[in-house]
């Protein structure tokens, strides 16, 4: 079946360190995939998201481009800093974005600690 | 943008006894909500599927008479773990889409312990 496989954490760094959360993933067909981030105490955001081989997603100086080939959807940013400290989840959603009964399943979750 | 609130955030509950979890959305309408359990340093694990006035659909393995799911209006589901038992003892999220807009809004997750 379906799955997402990510690094294990934490992944502890610097401030202005650059940071790399590989995932990748099992499916057939064309997936939709994402990243989610969980901050301490809160839900899960959507950080960004891809739906086609070679889109890059981007948000808040974080990028992640869908390889086919290599089916991976690997995080970076290039200067992380405290703020970004979280839990980050990659995921896939089956078929196209829309359907809304598509279900996520995600990675384990990668816990980012980035020091002062 | 989209909120879904979860209550309560963290629960003691004893064994045998009934917890319910409940998740609203505040701005959106959720035609759909699923419900997730994370163990530690594991996956999100889809539970079940619920459409606001149906049945909800349970993923494989998950016992549909112990975790019962309520998705009543829609703006409101709830989890209810019956006859609860240390091994229920998990991290529970809901995540709600409305059909006019595809993004996944979650809730703030219950720790759950059954002591």
């Known amino acids: 079946g379906d799955s997402v496989t990510q690094m294990e954490g934490p992944v502890t760094l610097s401030e202005e360190a650059f940071l790399t959360i590989n995932c990748t993933y099992t499916?057939?067909?064309?997936?939709?995939l994402f990243w989610y981030v969980q901050y301490p105490g809160e839900g899960l955001q959507l950080l960004l998201k891809?739906?086609?081989?070679?889109d890059k997603g981007s948000n808040k100086g974080f990028e992640a481009t869908y390889r086919k080939e290599t089916t991976s959807f690997h995080l970076e940013k290039g200067s992380v800093q405290v703020s970004d400290s979280a839990v980050y989840f990659c995921?896939?959603?089956?078929?196209?974005?829309?359907?809304?009964?598509?279900?996520?399943?995600f990675g384990t979750g990668t816990l980012l600690a980035v020091q002062p | 943008g989209a909120v879904v609130s979860q209550h309560p955030s963290r629960v003691i509950c004893k064994s045998g006894t009934s917890v319910k979890i409940e998740c609203r959305s505040l701005d959106f309408q959720a035609t759909t909500m699923f419900w997730y359990r994370q163990f530690p340093k594991q996956s999100l694990m889809l539970m079940a599927t619920?459409?606001?006035?149906?049945?909800?659909?349970?993923e494989q393995g998950v016992e549909k008479d112990k975790f019962l799911i309520n998705h009543a209006s829609l703006t409101l589901s709830t989890l209810t773990v019956t006859s609860a038992h240390p091994e229920d003892s998990s991290f529970y999220i809901c995540?709600?889409?409305?059909?006019?807009?595809?993004?996944?809004?979650f809730g703030s997750g219950t720790r759950l312990t059954v002591v």
């Open positions: 891809a739906t086609k081989a070679d």
């Open positions: 619920s459409n606001e006035g149906s049945k909800a659909t349970y």
């Open positions: 995540s709600a889409r409305t059909a006019s807009n595809y993004g996944y809004t």
């Open positions: 995921a896939l959603s089956r078929g196209n974005y829309g359907g809304a009964t598509n279900k996520l399943i």
């Open positions: 499916a057939t067909g064309y997936p939709s």
